[in-house]
């Protein structure tokens, strides 16, 4: 199988992005597993991702926003583990979380 991580980012040198870059590098992966990473900074957040999408060549996509942070290293294991199932198209997480320390607006939208 192969993944595609799909960032949209405005700018690659963010420090945010380069956070969100190393939980992915730490994350406990399957052996079968390819994971191809793509940041695009062009347009708009919308655009990016389309942009993104054309060049994707993964089974499944998987879309970060740059401030995110992968906190728990078996997360893109647990997020595949549909995949012996049929009939399903999308996942989102039952919960999200928070760095104490972020920002109201981050700690309000991670309610």
């Known amino acids: 199988m192969r993944?595609?991580?799909?960032?949209?980012?405005?700018?690659?040198?963010d420090p945010q992005l380069q956070q969100l870059l190393a939980?992915?590098?730490?994350?406990?992966?399957?052996?079968s597993l390819e994971v191809e990473v793509l940041v695009e900074s062009q347009g708009n957040s919308e655009q990016a991702k389309a942009y993104a999408i054309n060049r994707a060549t993964g089974d499944v996509l998987l879309f970060l926003c740059a401030d995110n942070v992968l906190?728990?290293?078996?997360?893109i294991k647990k997020m595949l583990w549909w995949e012996r199932y049929s009939g399903i198209d999308g996942a989102f997480p039952a919960y999200y979380d928070y760095v104490p320390g972020d920002r109201p607006l981050s700690r309000y939208f991670a309610l």
Do not use: G, M, T, W
Not at 3 to 13: E, H, T
Not at 23 to 31: F, G, I, K, T
């Open 71 to 75: 906190r728990d290293h078996h997360f």
């Open 23 to 31: 939980s992915l590098r730490d994350q406990d992966l399957q052996e």
């Open 3 to 13: 993944l595609s991580v799909i960032v949209p980012a405005k700018d690659p040198n």
